[in-house]
């Protein structure tokens, strides 16, 4: 896991060292145990190295391969062993234990199909000196990040936004991405950054740049497959498939050469992934592994009581932290400055502190739950994309039985009523919009750019756009930032490709069973956690204190936001605004972001 960096000259002059080492230093955290630069006619790569697998010099970056590439790579491909098999056996030879060599090689067996062979989380350049190019890609679904921009000449990448910044004396905000995270919350939807003329690379796509005539082509690598025969299992075969892909997810992110743990909330996700780590984890190196829990200061949002119950049963070393509301004050800054754009809440205050805690005691690989929800459909509001495809299907008779075993979640029947009904609509867009009793734009928005993602059609091809548009790319975000800002590796089991396809693919009236959301992973988990775990309904994940905390700092938040630019000159204030404190939170985060980055509206 490290970061990258990399600035292609488009005038066909060399780059200066000062440059690229510039936008290199800005991501020491990512990688803090080495650096390396690599240098062609009119082009260089930088390299922040954070040492997972083979901790010697051989894995030093970039590194080379038989004289015809180079890779600047951040990532992990945890089947690597099994790839690097299969290569020595068409006569590759390999000089290190690393998974970096293993890719090169990849490369020159496959060409640019070797990214359909890994399991992992990468984002890389390698320049192929033959055929004139460099060959960057992007993991299936985002986990790790690359940005890019075109400025005076240059075609510049890097792991974070802010190396890209510094080509630019004056930053602008993209005032869609702006208006469509305050309306609805929207962030990593579309290629676009909240910064003008700064893109990613989406997920499961390659990027090749021509070095001949300085352009560049994006082709898309992957898309998730239903398996039909998957969806025609039983309820006891749909449990045995799933609980060996997932074994098997943990089983691949538990290789590393440096110490592993754990986030746990006391959720099924972070619990089920704990007590199978733990379990494993224990028979490979005889001691317990760790876990790390971050109690909420605020009575309703306090999962401890579960956490705890989870690390006695599964023999966890737990370490428990409980940041106070005064913590996240003093950190506002720092977190957006991480961040580097605006973010959802302040839950994302209690993951920042779990990866410090995790830097702390030395844990440089941490699994993570991310994906549970929208792999296995854990969201309450799922709820009425369940009924709204039953209705669909005029299955009238378990539509009825299935909303009246309904739980008691966060949700009241009305409202997944009301949902359901807007779900069947096709474009929520204009329930949306009537949300809002006035008009708070000041701006003129073109609301068709949302409209594909808010068209209903079926329960599978939901899950699908929750996980590649909607809900999961800005989780990956906020789990990157985070724990690279600590240099800690995040890996998510949850979004092994070979489970998502295997999860989506099973048959839907099994996700949602008696009332109950991820009864598949239930079913799986009760094997291994306590029963009160397995079956409880009251999730929360690692919440802040957010009502606390927003009440107590709702005139410094007011302060901040009447001295925003942006703010005023897209949304209309009053009052009435200042009481909605997902509103609040939101106009209050752009205040500070463009403080912090000087972004001009």
């Known amino acids: 896991m490290c970061g990258i960096s990399g600035i292609i000259n488009k005038k066909k002059q060399a780059v200066t060292q000062e440059s690229i080492q510039n936008i290199n230093d800005l991501i020491t955290h990512r990688g803090p145990d080495d650096e390396g630069f690599f240098f062609e006619k009119n082009f260089a790569f930088g390299h922040r190295r954070l040492s997972i697998l083979d901790l010697s010099?051989?894995?030093?970056?970039?590194?080379?391969?038989?004289?015809?590439?180079?890779?600047?790579?951040?990532?992990?491909?945890?089947?690597?062993?099994?790839?690097?098999?299969e290569l020595l056996k068409e006569g590759y030879k390999f000089v290190s234990h690393t998974d970096t060599e293993v890719i090169l090689a990849s490369y020159d067996f496959w060409g640019e199909e070797c990214v359909n062979k890994f399991n992992g989380m990468w984002a890389f350049a390698i320049y192929d000196k033959e055929k004139e190019i460099i060959f960057c890609s992007r993991d299936r679904f985002g986990v790790k990040p690359f940005y890019y921009t075109e400025v005076d000449g240059k075609f510049v990448f890097g792991s974070e936004i802010k190396q890209l910044l510094e080509f630019y004396e004056e930053r602008y905000v993209n005032e869609n991405i702006l208006v469509e995270y305050l309306l609805y919350g929207l962030e990593e939807h579309t290629n676009e950054t909240f910064f003008e003329n700064i893109f990613k690379l989406e997920q499961s796509h390659n990027l090749i740049f021509n070095l001949k005539d300085n352009t560049f082509e994006i082709k898309r690598y992957f898309d998730i497959k239903f398996d039909e025969k998957l969806d025609t299992l039983n309820e006891e075969r749909s449990i045995e498939f799933l609980e060996n892909k997932l074994y098997r997810s943990i089983d691949l992110r538990l290789r590393s050469d440096v110490k592993v743990g754990t986030c746990l909330s006391g959720g099924l996700d972070s619990s089920s992934i704990a007590a199978i780590a733990s379990k494993k984890y224990f028979e490979k190196t005889n001691e317990k592994f760790v876990?790390?829990?971050a109690k909420s200061v605020e009575k309703k949002t306090d999962e401890s009581e579960f956490a705890r119950e989870v690390a006695n049963h599964c023999n966890l070393n737990m370490i428990e932290i409980e940041p106070q509301l005064e913590d996240i004050t003093k950190n506002i800054e720092e977190v957006i400055y991480t961040q580097e754009e605006p973010f959802g809440g302040p839950s994302i205050f209690m993951q920042y502190f779990v990866m410090k805690k995790a830097k702390e005691i030395g844990c440089t690989v941490m699994l993570d739950g991310q994906g549970g929800d929208e792999t296995m459909f854990g969201y309450e509001t799922y709820y009425a994309i369940y009924f709204a495809?039953?209705?669909?299907?005029?299955?009238?008779?378990?539509?009825?039985?299935?909303?009246?075993?309904?739980?008691?979640?966060?949700?009241?029947?009305?409202?997944?009523l009301?949902?359901?009904?807007?779900?069947?609509?096709?474009?929520?867009?204009?329930?949306?919009?009537?949300?809002?009793?006035?008009?708070?734009?000041?701006?003129?928005?073109d609301f068709s750019r949302l409209e594909q993602l808010y068209v209903f059609k079926n329960f599978k091809e939901f899950q699908k756009r929750e996980l590649m548009s909607r809900n999961l790319p800005h989780l990956l975000r906020y789990e990157d930032k985070n724990s690279m800002r600590h240099s800690v590796e995040s890996r998510l089991p949850f979004i092994d490709y070979e489970f998502v396809q295997g999860a989506l693919s099973l048959n839907d009236d099994l996700k949602v069973k008696d009332g109950f959301l991820k009864y598949l992973l239930r079913k799986v988990a009760e094997k291994i956690l306590p029963q009160n775990i397995v079956w409880r309904t009251n999730k929360f994940g690692f919440e802040a204190p957010t009502d606390m905390w927003i009440?107590?700092?709702?005139?410094?938040?007011?302060?901040?936001?009447?001295?925003?630019?942006?703010?005023?000159?897209v949304i209309h204030i009053d009052e009435e605004i200042y009481n909605n404190k997902s509103l609040l939170w939101k106009m209050y985060n752009v205040a500070i972001w463009e403080k912090i980055y000087k972004i001009k509206s």
């Not at 010099?57 to 098999?85: A, C, F, R």
Request: hydrophobic share 35%; glycine share 4%; aromatic share 14%.
């Open 389 to 416: 495809t039953l209705l669909k299907q005029l299955k009238w008779i378990k539509l009825y039985k299935e909303f009246q075993t309904v739980k008691n979640y966060k949700v009241s029947k009305k409202q997944i």
């Open 551 to 569: 009440d107590g700092y709702k005139d410094e938040m007011i302060k901040a936001i009447e001295t925003s630019t942006i703010v005023a000159k």
């Open 418 to 445: 009301k949902s359901m009904i807007s779900a069947l609509l096709g474009n929520k867009m204009l329930y949306f919009k009537r949300l809002f009793k006035k008009d708070i734009l000041k701006v003129k928005y």
């Open 57 to 85: 010099s051989d894995g030093h970056q970039p590194m080379h391969y038989l004289e015809k590439y180079t890779i600047t790579y951040n990532g992990e491909v945890y089947n690597y062993l099994e790839i690097k098999e």
């Open 291 to 293: 876990a790390i829990h």
